[in-house]
Structures are given as C-alpha cells and as structure tokens.
C-alpha cells in the first residue's frame, strides 16, 4: 500500500507560481510511474504532466512550457513546478501513482490551487 500526500497548493496571482509536492510512504517509490492530474468545478479530471521510472516526462498541451515535474527517489517525491499561472489552472491537483508491475494506482487527497487577483 502506497499513501501519497500532496501540499504546496494555495491563493496565487496571476502570473506567480507555486510548487506543489507529493510525498510517498513505503520503499516502491523508484518503481511508481507519477503523475499530477486536476480537475476544475464542473469538469473532468485531466493529467497535466507525468514522469516515468527513468525521468520522462509529458505534459498536456496547455501547460508546457509553464509547468515542470521531477522526481526525488532518494526523498519519495515528486513535485510540479508551476510557473506564469493563469485563471484557468485553478483547480483541484491530485498526485497518482501508478505501480504498473502489480497493476496497482494510488491517488493523494488532492491540494486546491487557486489563480486569481
């Protein structure tokens, strides 16, 4: 079992940034595929970057270039940078993890990071 706790969300102004950081429990972390989704009110949850086991990364369209995830192994965490934040990345962030040999997914409680001034 895999419990991932996110913090770093917040009230940011447009254009500011925030990094938001997800720790998780347990000695899997280097073999967990990681992800940060969020989902706005009235919207679908959406992946907004990932990264594998070995450092890749994707991103969906609307944040590249604003936003860079990374993970620490030796600290079981991962984090999203994100940067010239906008009105509509306000949302919900959540942390996944996916544990692909064992076909097991874990998510975090989710942080509430809001764009506005």
């Known amino acids: 079992q895999v419990q991932l706790v996110e913090s770093g969300g917040g009230l940011v102004q447009p254009g500011g940034s925030l990094r938001l950081s997800c720790a998780a429990s347990?000695?899997?972390?280097?073999?967990?595929?990681m992800g940060w989704y969020r989902q706005a009110p009235g919207k679908q949850r959406e992946l907004v970057a990932a990264?594998?086991?070995?450092?890749?990364?994707n991103y969906v369209e609307s944040v590249k270039g604003r936003f860079t995830i990374s993970r620490d192994n030796a600290k079981n965490t991962v984090y999203l940078q994100m940067n010239s934040l906008k009105p509509e990345d306000t949302a919900v962030y959540y942390c996944?993890?996916?544990?692909?040999?064992?076909?097991?997914?874990?998510w975090g409680q989710g942080t509430q990071v809001t764009v506005s001034s």
């Open positions: 990264i594998t086991t070995g450092g890749n990364t």
């Open positions: 996944n993890a996916k544990y692909v040999l064992a076909g097991q997914e874990y």
């Open positions: 347990g000695s899997i972390f280097r073999f967990l595929a």
